[in-house]
């Protein structure tokens, strides 16, 4: 993939030209010296990382949003850590935007997440939810959020790579995150277009029983990975016997996110993805 890397005095600037996704790393010390600083973050909307270095290793993260860009936000947490290295921000072009007060929610929350699935960072966000943003709002953003962890990763933070990847397993049996007794038993069912499979469409099913998740022999198969993919769905994709991209198996995976993920090659999310045969997203059976 490639992207178009600009530097903006100490800041750096990342986009995509076949996207409207921003992403800027801008020294800490600068942000209370915003105005003199050759950037300008048109859209209002943001999505904002913290990260301060730490000297023992493990390093400091907080995960914010604001709908007023930069202005007074970012430098509000000072009692959080008292070193912050960079801020990094998460934005769209202003005319080409799905962000608003529901998703940039949506997308902290997803973000706040994933640091603490990777048990890496010392995360200082206390609560996060996920907010009022709609179905198709959340597919946006999941795809939004699937480059913007790649591009976050050139920029120099990580947050694709699972330190320990055990606690990941161990996250997936929780109960509620894995829609284990949640979601009634029954066929379900996703159609995903992906772009970095030259925009193809991709049909699966997903039959649940008795607390197993199971991609069912006949769905589609994309054989392309993209970013996010943790190793124990990798794993279950190179074992799959897949002919002509149709899997030729069923598949048992343990949350429906993995299930999602491990038919579209990529982090995705399956409360999202998978519908019932009327159209209504399992998220609903959360809620």
């Known amino acids: 993939m490639k992207y178009i890397v600009k530097r903006l005095g100490r800041s750096v600037e990342i986009s995509e030209a076949t996207?409207?996704?921003?992403?800027?790393r801008i020294p800490?010390?600068?942000?209370?010296?915003?105005?003199?600083?050759?950037?300008?973050?048109?859209?209002?909307?943001?999505?904002?990382?913290?990260?301060?270095?730490?000297?023992?290793?493990?390093?400091?993260?907080?995960?914010?949003k604001s709908t007023n860009g930069l202005k007074n936000r970012p430098t509000s947490h000072d009692d959080k850590y008292d070193n912050w290295t960079y801020c990094y921000v998460l934005t769209q072009l202003e005319e080409r935007t799905?962000?608003?007060?529901?998703?940039?929610?949506?997308?902290?929350d997803k973000v706040n997440k994933r640091v603490n699935e990777l048990n890496h960072y010392r995360n200082t966000t206390k609560v996060t939810n996920a907010g009022t943003a709609n179905s198709f709002d959340?597919?946006?953003?999941?795809?939004?959020?699937?480059?913007?962890?790649?591009?976050?990763?050139?920029?120099?933070?990580?947050?694709?790579?699972h330190i320990d990847d055990e606690s990941a397993k161990e996250a997936d049996k929780d109960d509620e995150e894995s829609g284990?007794?949640?979601?009634?038993?029954?066929?379900?069912?996703?159609?995903?277009?992906?772009?970095?499979?030259?925009?193809?469409?991709?049909?699966?099913?997903?039959?649940?029983?008795?607390?197993?998740?199971?991609?069912?022999?006949?769905?589609?198969?994309?054989?392309?990975?993209?970013?996010g993919l943790i190793d124990s769905i990798r794993i279950k994709r190179e074992k799959a016997t897949v002919i002509n991209y149709k899997l030729?198996?069923?598949v048992v995976l343990?949350?429906?996110?993995?299930?999602?993920?491990?038919?579209?090659?990529?982090?995705?999310?399956?409360?999202?993805?998978w519908k019932?045969?009327?159209?209504?997203?399992i998220d609903s059976f959360r809620k």
């Open 180 to 227: 284990i007794g949640v979601i009634p038993d029954g066929h379900y069912y996703m159609s995903r277009k992906i772009k970095r499979w030259k925009n193809k469409t991709v049909k699966a099913e997903m039959l649940v029983s008795k607390g197993k998740f199971m991609v069912l022999s006949g769905s589609d198969f994309c054989p392309d990975e993209g970013p």
């Open 138 to 161: 959340m597919e946006d953003c999941d795809e939004y959020l699937s480059k913007a962890f790649e591009m976050l990763d050139v920029l120099g933070l990580d947050l694709i790579t």
């Open 254 to 273: 343990g949350t429906p996110s993995g299930a999602a993920s491990f038919i579209i090659g990529a982090a995705v999310n399956g409360w999202t993805s």
């Open 28 to 64: 800490y010390q600068n942000l209370s010296q915003i105005s003199e600083e050759p950037i300008k973050i048109n859209n209002k909307f943001i999505v904002y990382i913290l990260y301060g270095e730490s000297r023992d290793g493990a390093d400091y993260i907080y995960v914010g």
């Open 276 to 281: 019932t045969a009327s159209g209504i997203a």
């Open 19 to 24: 996207s409207s996704l921003l992403i800027y």
């Open 98 to 108: 799905f962000f608003n007060d529901g998703t940039i929610q949506y997308i902290e």
């Open 248 to 250: 030729k198996e069923d």
